[in-house]
């Protein structure tokens, strides 16, 4: 929002004032005594330095939703491995019982 406000701010003050707007890689920029000009330069600036960072939070959370999914997992795998061996010990001694109660 910030962002295309800013461009939107350069551009319609740039062309209302008869000039054209300097470009930096992408960034209209025109600087003239009028306050607006301060005013659309900074909103494409905030909008710019907004749309990086929520990149960034975006990236650092998707990896700690791996690790936490991956420490779930082990958690999950270990917990079955454990139900694997009681039912294996539990099964093991019903047989057994079984042999000595038919002897």
Same mark, same amino acid.
């Not at 003050?13 to 607006?36: C, E, K, Q, V």
């Given at each position: /929002?910030?962002? =295309?406000?800013?461009?939107? +701010? *350069?551009?319609?003050?740039?062309?209302?004032?008869? %000039?054209?707007?300097?470009?930096?890689? /992408?960034?209209?920029?025109?600087?003239?005594?009028?306050?607006? @000009? !301060?005013?659309?330069?900074?909103?494409? @600036? =905030?909008?710019? =330095?907004?749309?990086?960072?929520? !990149? %960034? !939070?975006?990236?650092?959370? %998707?990896?700690?939703?791996?690790?936490? /999914?991956?420490? !779930?997992?082990? @958690?999950?795998? =270990? #917990?079955?491995?454990?139900?694997?061996? +009681?039912?294996?010990? #539990?099964? #093991?001694?019903? *047989?057994?019982?079984?042999? #000595?109660?038919? *002897?």
């Amino acid at each position: /929002m910030f962002f =295309v406000g800013g461009l939107l +701010e *350069t551009i319609i003050t740039a062309i209302l004032g008869g %000039a054209n707007p300097d470009w930096f890689l /992408m960034f209209p920029y025109h600087f003239t005594p009028n306050p607006d @000009s !301060l005013l659309g330069t900074s909103l494409t @600036s =905030v909008g710019t =330095v907004l749309i990086f960072l929520g !990149l %960034a !939070l975006a990236w650092h959370y %998707a990896r700690e939703r791996s690790w936490y /999914m991956k420490e !779930l997992h082990r @958690s999950h795998s =270990v #917990e079955e491995q454990k139900l694997r061996t +009681e039912r294996k010990n #539990e099964a #093991e001694s019903r *047989t057994a019982e079984a042999k #000595e109660g038919g *002897t």
